[in-house]
């Protein structure tokens, strides 16, 4: 499968973006979907997960309660909205694609990436 993420950009703190991921090439429901961030000289870091259905979600710490993970099944998408933005979400931010069950947090249990998408947040 293909992953293709956008949305990113430049955000005021306090602020919302809303990034999307787009798979093709494969049964898009099939697939636990994750998004990753990585900011400069960190590793890449876990921010939240979805599965199949959308049934069940899980954030790392640092985003719960200020972003929100969905997909629609229909149109091959999922979603990272993203609230009350803080300089320190600045990063990278990668879809990933898991043929795996369950709620997955590991970066090794995802089997496709997206290239990524920059979001900003300025203080």
């Known amino acids: 499968v293909q992953l293709q993420a956008f949305g990113g950009g430049l955000a005021q703190a306090g602020g919302s973006l809303r990034l999307s991921c787009a798979a093709s090439?494969?049964?898009?429901?099939?697939?636990?979907m994750g998004w990753f961030r990585q900011a400069p000289g960190n590793e890449r870091e876990f921010v939240a997960t979805i599965t199949w259905t959308g049934g069940n979600t899980y954030y790392a710490d640092s985003v719960k309660g200020r972003f929100t993970v969905s997909r629609d099944n229909a149109q091959n998408t999922v979603y990272l909205q993203m609230n009350s933005l803080k300089p320190e979400d600045t990063a990278v931010y990668y879809c990933?694609?898991?043929?795996?069950?369950?709620?997955?947090?590991?970066?090794?249990?995802?089997?496709?990436w997206g290239q990524g998408t920059q979001v900003t947040v300025s203080s």
């Open positions: 990933a694609a898991s043929m795996y069950s369950g709620a997955l947090s590991s970066q090794w249990s995802y089997h496709f």
């Open positions: 090439g494969g049964t898009f429901s099939k697939y636990v």
